[in-house]
């Protein structure tokens, strides 16, 4: 990330800043002269100068992308169903456990009603979120002996 600090201008109170692009004046040169940049002043006293501060421009290389264009990606993404299903083979106190232990956030009201889905209706829906996290979701309940798989959800988001 490219960072442009300027520095300080010291104004009396009188001084008025009208900064035009190619003026001479100009208190920034190079690629940030041609912008409107909104700069703030910060008295020093009563009937006394003041002190310009010359903004922080920063700027994202070209490549990396910024943290509101992760969320808005991750938004789009179709969202996805981790589905648990009945087993013949583990304790209903275990597969708890195992939930409480995979999801994050997971309560154990949470976990128990899903338990307890799964095993009088054959199968439950553990959470809806992002297909890479609901894979792994997925692949860390089959670890600790789970029955789950993943479908895209019909709407709804994570």
Do not use: W
Not at 61 to 82: A, C, H, N, Q, W
Request: proline fraction near 6%; aromatic fraction near 4%; glycine fraction near 10%.
């Amino acid at each position: 990330m490219e960072t442009a600090i300027c520095g300080r201008l010291a104004l009396s109170p009188n001084t008025v800043f009208n900064s035009k692009p190619g003026d001479r004046q100009s208190l920034c040169r190079g690629a940030y002269a041609n912008r409107n940049i909104l700069m703030a002043v910060s008295a020093t006293g009563p009937g006394k100068g003041g002190v310009l501060e010359r903004p922080v421009i920063e700027r994202t290389s070209p490549g990396r992308e910024s943290e509101f264009d992760l969320r808005k990606k991750k938004k789009t993404t179709p969202p996805y169903r981790v589905i648990l299903h009945n087993d013949n083979y583990n304790k209903r106190e275990y597969v708890v456990q195992v939930l409480m232990k995979v999801i994050p956030g997971m309560t154990l009201d949470n976990a128990v009603n899903i338990m307890q889905e799964a095993h009088y209706n054959g199968l439950s829906v553990v959470i809806i979120c992002s297909q890479a996290d609901a894979e792994d979701h997925c692949m860390q309940l089959r670890g600790n002996g789970l029955l789950s798989s993943i479908e895209p959800a019909s709407g709804g988001g994570c």
